[in-house]
């Protein structure tokens, strides 16, 4: 992999995990972006970068991809909670001629889970007695609940299963239960579980960290530049270990 010339957009904990990250892969970081610095985007260092990195604040996020593909740098997104700004910006992205991959997670680990929760739901079609829930455990800091994770994860499981009007926190009858725990300094436990009246299936992904997320945007944003278009890490995953899709 050549070296890249990286901008990181968002310079907190995540930004600065995500810098190490490329660093050890010998990619050069050629511009760091934190709140407040929108003229920064104009500068000629960013408009250098092969790539983009994107952890800000979900307030600030839109308008962070959209100078990026107004300045033509790929960008990988790992902020959650703009999606209500998502159709805008794919159209923004395909009028530009841009190329962006946003995930609510980029671990590989999860990529892969979510793979298995797909698998597992479609296999559920068949065997109605299993009923589905979801638990997810974060640390006090984080804000949003349940994750962006867990979220990606229930709307992927009603779709493969059908049967499903949604997911709640509340649940009513014929929606998914979500429970969303916030424990210490823990990275990011998500568990599927299927029970059934004779036994429960589980699985279970456990960070051990939040270097598994910062490892993930690199190598993504490794396969991102050349590319056109608006993605996902489904469109990675297809690319790279097509046997998981």
Same mark, same amino acid.
């Given at each position: ?67 990026? /593909? ?7 997104? %790992?902020?959650?909670?703009?999606? $209500? !700004?998502?159709? &805008?910006?794919?159209? +923004? ?59 990606? /994860? ?7 299963? %059908?049967?499903?009007?949604?997911? $709640? !926190?509340?649940? &009513?009858?014929?929606? +998914? ?59 990675? /995953? ?8």
């Amino acid at each position: 992999m050549p070296n890249l010339k990286i901008a990181l957009i968002g310079y907190g904990r995540m930004g600065r995990m995500v810098e190490s990250a490329a660093l050890r892969q010998g990619h050069t970081i050629v511009s760091r972006i934190d709140h407040g610095d929108a003229d920064a985007f104009a500068s000629e260092a960013f408009l250098s970068a092969d790539v983009a990195i994107e952890f800000s604040q979900p307030a600030s996020a839109a308008a962070n991809i959209e100078r990026c /593909l107004l300045a033509g740098v790929p960008v990988v997104v %790992g902020t959650t909670g703009w999606l $209500s !700004e998502l159709s &805008r910006l794919q159209a +923004l992205c395909r009028e530009k001629g841009g190329s962006m991959i946003y995930s609510s997670n980029f671990s590989i680990g999860v990529s892969i889970f979510r793979s298995l929760n797909r698998f597992l739901a479609r296999v559920m079609k068949r065997f109605p007695q299993y009923l589905p829930s979801l638990e997810e455990t974060h640390h006090i800091h984080k804000l949003d609940h349940p994750s962006g994770t867990a979220i990606t /994860l229930a709307e992927e499981l009603i779709e493969a299963r %059908g049967g499903l009007s949604g997911w $709640s !926190e509340t649940p &009513r009858p014929g929606e +998914l239960p979500v429970r969303a725990m916030r424990e210490g300094e823990v990275p990011g436990i998500h568990t599927v579980a299927w029970e059934s009246p004779a036994d429960v299936i589980s699985m279970t992904h456990s960070a051990k960290g939040r270097e598994g997320f910062a490892e993930g945007a690199v190598a993504v944003a490794e396969w991102l530049p050349g590319r056109k278009g608006c993605f996902t890490m489904t469109d990675y /995953l297809a690319d790279v270990a097509p046997e998981l899709v």
